[in-house]
């Protein structure tokens, strides 16, 4: 008769077994990515294609399909991270630097405000636009997205704000800095990694967004990809699986290669042990 495992080992086979599934649930859904985009009788089973074709590549890269709502996506989205970003910085530098009791409040305030659905929102937002002829433009879209990215853009900011020594800071006035020099020389430079992972979760969030540009933009021409492929697919009786995977590589490409030119910096770390050495 076997002798029964230790508890140890069977806890950790069954956290292997679940970390296992979980695996398997991302990775089949890429997979059927890759392998549909290659097919050109694709269906929703995951199968090789018997004869791997890139005509599904050819038939999305079209200015109507792919190339002008890209760049819209990158328009809306880039000026949208940029905007969140500044302000975010600008906003995290007094709750970081100076103490107030009213400092607590307000960031719980911010946090909270991140827990609303957009849903709530857009209604009063798209009479609001509709006054101020905002509603049909892309940097009104994009002042929407960055203004409904800022209240966690702020909180991350303000949380890696507080890992810079206010020595540094403190040497730097006494150097005759200002605090807008301060900020733009010394913490910012100095607080990379938390730029980059704040302009990375805020660049996503605003790229995978359907529902904002679908409210508020009404020209063709002015709608993102992930807008213009709901309508370019939506027309037809059947869905072209392999031009719909073909189309979900290409728009996932420009996050991909952001985090990839960045990731070093992200693992990089703050390295401030020898800054304030001396």
Known sequence: MPLPLPRRVVRRLAADAGLLVVAVAFAVPLLWLVLASLDAHATLRVRPPTSPTLGNFSAVLTDEITFTPMLNSLLICGGGTLLTVVCAALAAYPLSRFRSRFARPYLLTILFSTCLPITAVMVPVYGLFVQIDLIDTRYGTALFLAAAQLPFAVWLMKNFMDGVPRALEEAAWTDGASW?????????????????????????MMWGNFFVPFMLLLSPEQLPASVSIFNFFGNYGAIAFGELAAFSLLYSTPVVLLYVLISR?????????GAVKG
């Open 265 to 273: 910096r992200l693992g990089g770390g703050f390295a401030l042990g």
């Open 180 to 204: 807008r020099q301060t900020l733009l020389r010394v913490i910012l430079p100095l607080m990379g990694p938390g730029l980059a992972v704040v302009a990375i979760y805020t660049f996503i």
